[in-house]
T-cell receptor
Framework: KQEVTQIPAALSVPEGENLVLNCSFTDSAIYNLQWFRQDPGKGLTSLLL?????REQTSGRLNASLDKSSGRSTLYIAASQPGDSATYLC??????????FGTGTLLAVQP | EAEVAQSPRYKITEKSQAVAFWCDPISGHATLYWYRQILGQGPELLVQFQDESVVDDSQLPKDRFSAERLKGVDSTLKIQPAELGDSAMYLC?????????????????FGAGTRLSVL
C-alpha cells in the first residue's frame, strides 16, 4: 500500500527566501507525481506534474524533482512571496491516475 | 476558464439523515473523482468514474455511501445515514480521458468542495 510522507509538516520563512519541500513515498511503481497547492477551505490547484520517466519539471519560480527509485520528490520555491502561503500536497499517481496524497506542508511566508 | 462546479458549498446535517452532493466536471472531461478530506489530512479517493463506469471504489464505504454518474457527465455522491465521522470536505475533480498519450490527461482539476458537518 502506497504511503506518502511530507516533511516538514509546517514551515515559516521570511519573504524572499528560497525553500524546499520534501515528499517521500513507499511504492516506487508510480506513473507520475503531482504537486498541488491548497488555500484554506478551498479546493486543490495543480502546480506541477512529473511523469515517471522525467527527473524534473519547472513552472515559473517552482521546480519539482523526482527520484523514483529512491521514492523521493522535492518542490523548490524560489524567492518566496506572501502569496505563496498555503498548504502544499504531493501525490504519486498510479496506472489509473489514482492519486495517493500526503498530509501536506503548511507554508507561511512572512512579509 | 472552465471550472469544476460543486454544490452545496456547505452542508450541516444531523446524524442519521441523508445528504447528497453534486458535481459538474469540466466539459469534455471523461474521468471524474470524488475525494474525502478530513481536516489536517490529505484527500482520499472515494470513487473514480471513467464516463459512466466505476473504475475504482475500493475506499467507498458502500454500506452508507453511493455515487452515480448516469449520463457520464455530472455526478452525485450520497450518504445515508450520515454519521459524526463523516464530517469532512468532499472534493470533486475531473481530468481528460485517461487513455492515449500526453501529460494533460493526468492533471486533475478540483472543485471548491462541499464542507459537511454532521451534528
Amino acid at each position: 500500500k502506497q504511503e506518502v510522507t511530507q516533511i516538514p509538516a509546517a514551515l515559516s520563512v521570511p519573504e524572499g527566501e528560497n525553500l524546499v519541500l520534501n515528499c517521500s513515498f513507499t511504492d516506487s511503481a508510480i506513473y507520475n507525481l503531482q504537486w498541488f497547492r491548497q488555500d484554506p477551505g478551498k479546493g486543490l490547484t495543480s502546480l506541477l506534474l512529473i511523469q515517471s520517466s522525467q527527473r524534473e519539471q519547472t513552472s515559473g519560480r517552482l521546480n519539482a524533482s523526482l527520484d523514483k527509485s529512491s521514492g523521493r520528490s522535492t518542490l523548490y520555491i524560489a524567492a518566496s512571496q506572501p502569496g505563496d502561503s498555503a498548504t502544499y500536497l504531493c501525490a504519486p499517481g498510479g496506472a489509473t491516475n489514482k492519486l495517493i496524497f500526503g498530509t501536506g506542508t503548511l507554508l507561511a511566508v512572512q512579509p | 476558464e472552465a471550472e469544476v462546479a460543486q454544490s452545496p458549498r456547505y452542508k450541516i446535517t444531523e446524524k442519521s439523515q441523508a445528504v447528497a452532493f453534486w458535481c459538474d466536471p469540466i466539459s469534455g472531461h471523461a474521468t471524474l473523482y470524488w475525494y474525502r478530506q478530513i481536516l489536517g489530512q490529505g484527500p482520499e479517493l472515494l470513487v473514480q468514474f471513467q464516463d459512466e463506469s466505476v473504475v475504482d471504489d475500493s475506499q467507498l464505504p458502500k454500506d452508507r455511501f453511493s455515487a452515480e454518474r448516469l449520463k457520464g457527465v455530472d455526478s452525485t455522491l450520497k450518504i445515508q445515514p450520515a454519521e459524526l465521522g463523516d464530517s469532512a470536505m468532499y472534493l470533486c475533480a475531473s481530468s481528460p480521458r485517461t487513455s492515449g498519450s500526453g501529460v494533460a490527461k493526468n492533471i486533475q482539476y478540483f472543485g471548491a468542495g462541499t464542507r459537511l458537518s454532521v451534528l
